[in-house]
């Protein structure tokens, strides 16, 4: 009884990270069970399956390391222990800074969309949008970067308009936001659809913000080209672990795989 009371209160979550300064800096509320009885429903709860009991989050606390959501309440623990010094938004760049340095060059991005399938015309005008739009943000000094490269300490910077509000402004992931989304857009399915996408970009759009329409249009544009599901339906679970970049290595795998079968 000592172990359910105990899980049933331990609703505190992780909102900072090691790499993620701004996240100790700028921290979100994080309710003890205390304050929610103060205010119930403030961003909502999921439930979650653990250890036979059901246990209740707060899911609008943003999480610094984890993508969770109803198709994964513990998000991807394995991807996010082996990444526990970065943001959600930073593990998604992460496939992408294969040295590990915290810097991604305009050659590592091409590299990267290039093994996700995007072949040379998409990697290369992949690199042109991702490079020009986001390296002065995350620039650490006021003068641009000369090699248009990408700085993962401040990739937070980077975040736009107009998109699903999922990660917010440090780079945690908001489980409210993401299930905001598709409660709004999926029509009762499991996923959305290139129609279901279209109204998203349209309801999601707020004004005077043209860098954010494009961003979310190509964002949205590379994530259907990238899984391009047979039967047109991009599945929750799926988006979920583009939003914390464990979908990329497997993608990337499956691909190199296929053509090493291909080649024999």
């Given amino acids: 009884m000592a172990d359910i009371q105990s899980a049933k209160s331990n609703v505190v979550v992780q909102t900072a990270v090691p790499d993620g300064r701004v996240t100790t800096e700028r921290p979100p509320w994080n309710p003890t069970p205390v304050q929610r009885k103060s205010l119930p429903n403030a961003g909502g709860v999921y439930a979650a399956r653990h250890l036979d009991i059901w246990l209740k989050k707060t899911s609008g606390t943003a999480r610094a390391n984890r993508a969770p959501a109803t198709t994964a309440p513990d998000g991807s623990p394995e991807w996010a222990e ?74 937070h910077k980077a975040k736009h308009g107009s998109d699903t509000g999922t990660y917010d402004n440090e780079g945690r992931f908001v489980p409210q936001k993401f299930e905001d989304f598709f409660n709004k857009y999926s029509n009762g399915k ?17 004004i005077m913000d043209p860098i954010g329409w494009g961003g979310a249009f190509f964002e949205w544009a590379a994530t259907y080209i990238m899984l391009w599901p047979e039967d047109g339906v991009l599945k929750r679970e799926d988006v979920r672990r583009v939003y914390d970049g464990s979908i990329f290595v497997d993608i990337a795998s499956k691909r190199a795989g296929s053509a090493k079968t291909k080649a024999a």
């Fill in 190 to 206: 499991n996923g959305v659809t290139a129609t279901d996408l279209w109204e998203a970009l349209k309801g999601q759009r707020v």
């Fill in 82 to 155: 082996q990444h526990s010094h970065q943001t959600v938004l930073q593990q998604h760049c992460d496939f992408f800074d294969t040295d590990n340095d915290g810097i991604i060059w305009p050659i590592d991005t091409y590299r990267g969309f290039y093994a996700l399938g995007f072949g040379f015309l998409l990697s290369l005008l992949s690199v042109f949008i991702v490079h020009l739009s986001f390296s002065y943000p995350t620039c650490p000094s006021i003068l641009p970067d000369p090699f248009f490269r990408l700085y993962l300490a401040n990739i």
